[in-house]
């Protein structure tokens, strides 16, 4: 599920697998753009992981937090879209997308 900064929400189905940042650019969610295609090298999947989920999913590698230095509003659930595997553990994850990706698709 996906949450935008106005409120609304969108959900779709992703393979065990994949990525979030995958999920995203299939189903054209506004706001993650993964310039990089995934490779962890700039921050435009930039996302926060609903606080419920947080613990789910498998604390970012140092490479991804390096990355997260340079995000808009980095904040304790932030995470990069293109390095949350999903697991049978994610199903239904909620994550939200900053404000200022949202308006600058």
Known sequence: MF????????AHAA????T???CALDH???GIRAQCGGACTCVTCHCYVDDAWVARVPAP???????L??????????????QIV?????????VHVPERQALNP
Do not use: F, K
């Open 86 to 94: 999903l697991s049978g553990d994610c199903d239904g994850i909620v």
């Open 20 to 22: 979030v940042m995958d």
């Open 69 to 82: 230095e340079y995000a808009w509003r980095r904040t304790a659930n932030s995470r990069l879209a293109c």
């Open 3 to 10: 949450v935008h900064p106005d409120g609304s929400r969108e």
């Open 28 to 30: 054209g969610v506004r």
């Open 61 to 67: 590698r140092d490479d991804e937090l390096e990355m």
């Open 15 to 18: 393979a065990v697998g994949e």
